[in-house]
């Protein structure tokens, strides 16, 4: 019993050595922890406080019960390389730590596309105001616009034209007119709006972009 106690005593603060933030005491139904919840590890964890193996470092509500996350003292690492093979234990903290960077690295992918993503609707959103809070006297873009598109189809019969060349070659339009009336020569069937399909970070001049239904219209042709 006693070599058994021994051994889940070193078990746990193997792992509790490759987590020194901190590691829930008791193993949960959807959550890891160092020791099931049988009688003799319940012993074991109990030993491991008394002899400040183990230190709590904080405590989490899971519904009515109370778990307490434990963290391994430089005592406990001295009984566990002291009892255990240190080749063996260096290689899970190897582990450990290849595991962490990997997590990081994901976690650092994640928030620069999230930026981006952001820095292209707070475009769009300023696009959105801008054609809100204008208050020039409207400018009727319609003929220009239908013109132009059927001079790009003339010469480019395979590509979209992108709206940022497109409103370049109008004269007097805001943007908030300039996409009012290709919306309104798109519903009535005069005109395709083509989605943005690549990442919206790569987006040239994204204000020039405008929502239609849930899609990023970007580029437009001529209906014939």
Known sequence: MADKSSQLVLDALGKAAVDPAGVPLFQQKTAAGLFAGTALARQAAQR??????????????????????????????????????PRQLLQDLVRAVEGRQQQLNEWIAAAKQAQTSMDALRNLASAALERLDNKQIPVDCTNAIVQCLATWSASNAAEDCPLPHLYRQLQGPTIGQFHDTLRRLHAEQRIHLHPWTGPLCEMPEPPLALMVGHEIAYYASFRT
Request: with cysteine; charged share 30%; aromatic share 0%.
């Open 48 to 85: 491991c406080k008394e002899q400040d193996l183990l230190r709590v470092v904080r405590t989490e509500s899971r519904g009515k019960a109370v778990q307490e996350v434990v963290a391994i003292t430089p005592k406990g690492l001295e009984h566990l390389l002291g009892q255990s093979n």
